[in-house]
């Protein structure tokens, strides 16, 4: 079975601008979680789509949006880029829920740089 | 305090040795706990989940949880130096507002040297 993917690999975008990051799911996975890493704060959850609806949202601000699409696949964006926005972005996928949190599988991850 | 909190490293183990990695949460709703390990540069590859109290064990790899304690720990047997790495301990709980979310902790970097 194929992994997650993500694309692309890696992003240099200047400040202001937006981006889009793309994710596709483990196939029969419904679940995409999106998660930000940098040094200082480590792995943060930014939110959760599964069957095309954002079940859960961490504490990030509005510039971050995402969605899912009917075949599983998830794109992520992120508007009016800062300087902190770089960071390594991660596309986990994961079987329906059993009413926990079920075993995520991590994609590559998106490298982006803001300048 | 933070939700999920593991030791403080980083952490060198002569080859052959039994590398120990604890980890701490807060939240006692949790029920589900995972072991990452992220080599430099990769993203985080999943290595164990434990949901019950007890031992569980993989190959090399045995993860102990103690919900009492909230606690769960994570040791290698026989540690050889490409498990050379960061270590991460995830948390997850029901669903609701914890839907597809786990908490980590701040990582372990684990050296095995020859």
């Known amino acids: 079975k194929a992994g997650v993917t993500q694309t692309p690999r890696y992003l240099i975008k200047t400040r202001g601008q937006q981006v889009t990051l793309s994710c596709s799911p483990i196939?029969?996975?419904?679940?995409v979680s999106w998660y930000q890493q940098t040094p200082g704060q480590g792995l943060q959850f930014l939110f959760e789509?599964?069957?095309?609806?954002?079940?859960n949202k961490g504490n990030f601000p509005g510039r971050f949006s995402g969605r899912q699409f009917s075949n599983s696949r998830s794109e992520m964006n992120v508007s009016t880029l800062e300087l902190g926005d770089s960071a390594l972005y991660l596309c986990?996928?994961?079987?329906?829920?059993?009413?926990?949190?079920?075993?995520?599988?991590f994609g590559p991850g998106t490298r982006l740089t803001v300048l | 305090q933070k939700e999920v909190e593991q030791n403080s490293g980083p952490l060198s183990v002569p080859e052959g040795a039994i590398a120990s990695l604890n980890c701490t949460y807060s939240?006692?709703?949790?029920?589900?706990f995972f072991w990452y390990r992220q080599y430099s540069g990769k993203s985080p590859e999943l290595i164990m989940f434990?949901?019950?109290?007890g031992d569980k064990e993989d190959g090399r790899f045995t993860a102990q949880l103690n919900k009492a304690s909230q606690y769960v720990s994570l040791l290698i047997r026989d540690s050889q130096p490409s498990d050379s790495a960061t270590y991460l301990c995830?948390?997850?709980?029901?669903?609701?507002?914890?839907?597809?979310?786990?908490?980590f902790g701040q990582g372990t970097i684990l050296t095995v040297h020859p």
């Open positions: 986990a996928s994961g079987p329906p829920g059993r009413g926990i949190t079920d075993t995520q599988y």
């Open positions: 196939s029969g996975h419904r679940s």
């Open positions: 789509y599964f069957s095309e609806t954002q079940r």
């Open positions: 939240d006692r709703g949790s029920q589900s």
């Open positions: 434990i949901y019950s109290n």
């Open positions: 995830a948390v997850g709980r029901a669903g609701g507002t914890s839907y597809g979310k786990l908490t």
